[in-house]
């Protein structure tokens, strides 16, 4: 896809939180665009297929970390159609009080994603960039660490990944490990395809790392998640 010169455009960027999310931030920085905004949507439903879930009302302390403006709206349902309805109230803001010209977006191979966010981009007249898109998984991973970026891993629903994963934060050699699980189970070395939730706690766009002082997990045997209770700036 064929952009504007980075000088050209502000960007808002589509925030989950997550290693993706904040990597594209990163990545969009790195090629020189201003990231002018942050846009949450604070989803309440585990099933959605567009919005991440996992800890998410806690994007508050990485935009203060970041020292990045956000801007948030609530979706209550996993309705496709409600979701990108509360997308497109976010982009009319931020082009209102920003002047946006484009949304980041951390996708790497979801063509369902790109295509709905793309289309709410179009409607509101902007571009939209995508600077992971095609990555290769493990290169992406490694790309991670090499850039200094600490994710744990806040939810798991893949053969191969058991409760031990759940809040670990992810290091070289665990990529290694999860490099021999997704070749044995299947799944996604970078989990786009949602075999594993993350949340970021510090990288180098980060003032202060966030600190987490309280939390619970789930495991059903199957799948299970990490719950943030509570965190500050350290």
Known sequence: MKHPKASEMRLGALFSGGKDSTYAVHAAQTQGYEVACLLSILGRSEESLLLHHPNIRWTALQAQSMGIPQITAESGSDDEDEELESLGALLAQAVERFGIGGLVHGGIRSKFQRDRFGRACSDAGLELVSPLWGADPRLHMES?????????????SAGGLDESWLGRTVTRGDLAVLGGLSERHGFNLDFEGGEAETFVTDCPLFSRPVRITSHSKTWDRYRGGFEILGAELG
């Open 144 to 156: 991670l660490l090499d850039a200094g970026f600490e994710f744990l891993m806040s939810s798991v």
